[in-house]
Nanobody
Framework: QEQLVESGGGLVQAGGSLRLSCAAS????????MAWFRQAPGKEREFVAD????????YYSDSVQGRFTISRDNAKNTVYLQMNSLKPEDSAVYYC????????????????WGQGTQVTVSS
């Protein structure tokens, strides 16, 4: 089972950018789809983006489509989330997750989660 460690969160002004990273330690990363979710205080965890095992297929929630980009480097066992044009409503703890279904999905079945990284967008 993959162990996942997120990094790259922080405080940014509205309109700014951040890039999150999720490093995986395990032997199945290259065969898994990977996902990003987020959870704001008092809200449920919500889907943000997903990428297939090869990186050839990506999915995004409507709220981030066109602003966020998910990518992966299988040689480095790392998945990224580039976040541009950030809004205060993007503030949340962001989690990466491993989905053993390799082709990705808008509703991924995550079996392993990272510890999360905080993103705060000030207005």
């Amino acid at each position: 089972q993959e162990q996942l460690v997120e990094s790259g969160g922080g405080l940014v002004q509205a309109g700014g950018s951040l890039r999150l990273s999720c490093a995986a330690s395990g032997r199945t990363f290259n065969s898994y789809a990977m996902a990003w979710f987020r959870q704001a205080p008092g809200k449920e965890r919500e889907f943000v983006a997903d990428i297939s095992w090869s990186g050839g297929t990506t999915y995004y929630s409507d709220s981030v489509q066109g602003r966020f980009t998910i990518s992966r480097d299988n040689a480095k066992n790392t998945v990224y989330l580039q976040m541009n044009s950030l809004k205060p409503e993007d503030s949340a703890v962001y989690y990466c997750g491993a989905d053993p279904h390799p082709y990705g999905d808008r509703n991924p079945s995550v079996i392993s989660w990272g510890q999360g990284t905080q993103v705060t967008v000030s207005s």
